[in-house]
Nanobody, 122 residues
Framework: QVQLVESGGGLVQGGGSLRLSCAAS????????MGWFRQAPGKEREFVAA????????RYADSVKGRFTISRDNAKNTVYLQMNSLKPEDTGVYYC???????????????WGQGTQVTVSS
């Protein structure tokens, strides 16, 4: 398994931007599909974005398409989530995850970070 640590969360006004980072330990980072998920208070965890091992393909939840961009730097063992045009409904704890399948299902990811809080004010 790979160890994951997220950073970059915080409080931002609606319409603003944040960039989340997720640093991975180990030498096998490039062998994993990476995903971002989020969980709002009182709600179930939901898929946000995923990126293939090589970074050649990405997928997004409809709610963030056109506003969020997932990317990765395999040389730095890091995956990013650039979030623009943030809305209050984007508020939640954001988790990065590593898995073996290019999937939007949380059960397909075997390693998870501790999460970083994102709060968007109206």
């Amino acid at each position: 398994q790979v160890q994951l640590v997220e950073s970059g969360g915080g409080l931002v006004q609606g319409g603003g931007s944040l960039r989340l980072s997720c640093a991975a330990s180990g030498r096998t980072f490039s062998s994993y599909t990476m995903g971002w998920f989020r969980q709002a208070p009182g709600k179930e965890r939901e898929f946000v974005a995923a990126i293939r091992r090589s970074g050649g393909s990405t997928r997004y939840a409809d709610s963030v398409k056109g506003r969020f961009t997932i990317s990765r730097d395999n040389a730095k063992n890091t995956v990013y989530l650039q979030m623009n045009s943030l809305k209050p409904e984007d508020t939640g704890v954001y988790y990065c995850a590593a898995g073996n399948y290019f999937s939007n299902g949380g059960s397909d990811y075997s390693s998870w970070g501790q999460g970083t809080q994102v709060t968007v004010s109206s």
